[in-house]
């Protein structure tokens, strides 16, 4: 039997294939918890591929979750509304980081068009405005810095390269960024002038990071390297190849992340299938750690390493490479981890999905984020 395609609107179909489209292939690439007074985790802010920065509040994920069902192996996800919703970039949003403290903190965000954005946290989180409106950018940036263009032998511009990876350092009035260019730039927050250029990388940059206490930054490119570099002369003092005297030398494999410890003493390095974790003092590897796919995010919880990446499986380490705990967990491709204070975990990735993870391994809540 035949239906009625009197009334068929092609458009409307189309436009909602498009819709389930984007939902399904949306990728959160980091995800931060918010600056707040509670002990207890509550609000998260989340990068999209869509450009997009949101704030969802954990505790009405898991008040909602109290009377439905949600498994982390299925399909059929909460869909969490956002506390606020800004269009922060055009392009991907690749990175979130606050700077400052109190009344005076900054939500910092970075994206594929090649700038750095930086809007007063208070106006989201005092705000009235109805989240269509917050789509409509009523809230402006305070701060927006764009990468310098590059000329070519006839003098024509190049597109302005994108930035993969943010880091700050308040004392010094300074953020840091990985772009696209190969060179990672050190911006002064009062001016929005760019201080120092760290260039020496032979292909663009995926991650960097700040050692404050030494004044220092490290970067990991896509050329398989990462460098640790002086701010205050801009040159790199030293190159690590977390290859170097191995079978991977010669494999052709990109520095995916970064990560220091407390003391910054201790880096974790990401390369493809693999993780090395260095003693900076002693500037020697001290563990290997083979994983079963490409490692995306890591970070250190104490003496311990937790790392995502292409599988669904939060993976904790210890310094000396012994796996501690593997966790599955709802993102079948994880971009981003970030540990609360709490201990509390939320790992970001593959179709717009967030998955909270208690300090004890249990799942808080799971949800995936709104399209608005």
Known sequence: MCGDATNW?????????????????????????????????????????????????ISSCISKLRYGFNNTRSQHFLV????????????????????????????????????IRGWRWKEFTNSDVP???????QVKPVLDLANPQHKG?????????????????????????????????CWDVETGKIKTVFKGH??????????????QVITGSEDGTARIWDCKSGKCIQVIDPAENTKLKGFFSCVSCIALDGSESWLAC???????????PASECVSRISTRASVQDVLFEDNQILAVGAEPLLSRFAINGAVLSQIQCAPLSAFSVSIHPSGVTAVGGYGGLVDAISEFGSHLCTFRCKCV
């Not at 956002?82 to 403290?101: E, N, R, S, T, V």
């Not at 006839?154 to 772009?179: C, H, R």
């Not at 990401?270 to 900076?280: A, V």
Request: hydrophobic share 35%.
């Open 9 to 57: 609107d092609e458009d409307a179909y189309r436009e909602s294939i498009l819709k389930e489209r984007e939902i399904r292939t949306r990728t959160v690439f980091r995800t931060v918890w918010a600056p707040s007074q509670n002990p207890n985790p509550d609000a998260i802010v989340v990068a999209s591929s869509d450009g997009s920065l949101a704030s969802y509040s």
């Open 80 to 115: 969490a509304e956002p506390q606020f919703f800004l269009q922060g970039h055009d392009g991907p949003a690749y990175d979130i980081k606050f700077y400052g403290h109190g009344e005076d903190t900054l939500l910092l965000s970075c994206g594929d068009d090649g700038r």
């Open 131 to 137: 989240i269509p409106l917050q789509a409509g950018n």
């Open 153 to 185: 032998p006839w003098g024509a511009l190049s597109p302005i390269p994108e930035n993969n990876s943010i880091d700050v350092n308040m004392k010094g009035g300074s953020i840091f960024s990985a772009s696209g260019d190969s060179c990672a730039y």
């Open 202 to 215: 032979s292909d663009y940059l995926h991650c960097i990071v700040a050692r404050n206490t030494a004044n």
């Open 270 to 280: 990401g390369r493809g299938r693999s993780l090395s974790i260095w003693n900076l």
